[in-house]
Nanobody, 124 residues
């Protein structure tokens, strides 16, 4: 089992930046991918970005490509999501999730372990 705890959310203005952190503990050796998802009120959970726990492979949703950067620090068992040029439509609860599967998926069903989420609010 892998436990995930997010932090770093907050209230910012459009154009500002935030960095989210996802601290992992437990059986992190079983993790293949770590991803960030977000869910806005009244909307379905959507994929934001993912990385392979070992290695430099990353993947992004088109809506955040060029603005968000996902990175990992294996020594600290932490994954980061650097969010720049934030827009009001980025407002959501952001959750990190871990998958033990070698097959990459953008769907939430592909991820076994989830954090509790952190709120990001971007005002216009």
């Amino acid at each position: 089992q892998v436990q995930l705890v997010e932090s770093g959310g907050g209230l910012v203005q459009a154009g500002d930046s935030l960095r989210l952190s996802c601290a992992a503990s437990g059986r992190t050796s079983s993790t293949y991918y770590v991803a960030w998802f977000r869910q806005a009120p009244g909307k379905e959970r959507e994929f934001v970005a993912a990385l392979r726990w070992s290695g430099s492979w990353t993947n992004y949703a088109d809506s955040v490509k060029g603005r968000f950067t996902i990175s990992g620090d294996n020594a600290r068992n932490t994954v980061y999501l650097q969010m720049n040029s934030l827009k009001p439509e980025d407002t959501a609860v952001y959750c990190c999730a871990a998958s033990p599967d070698a097959v990459f998926r953008r769907t939430p069903l592909g991820y076994r372990n989830w954090g509790q989420g952190t709120q990001v609010t971007v005002s216009s």
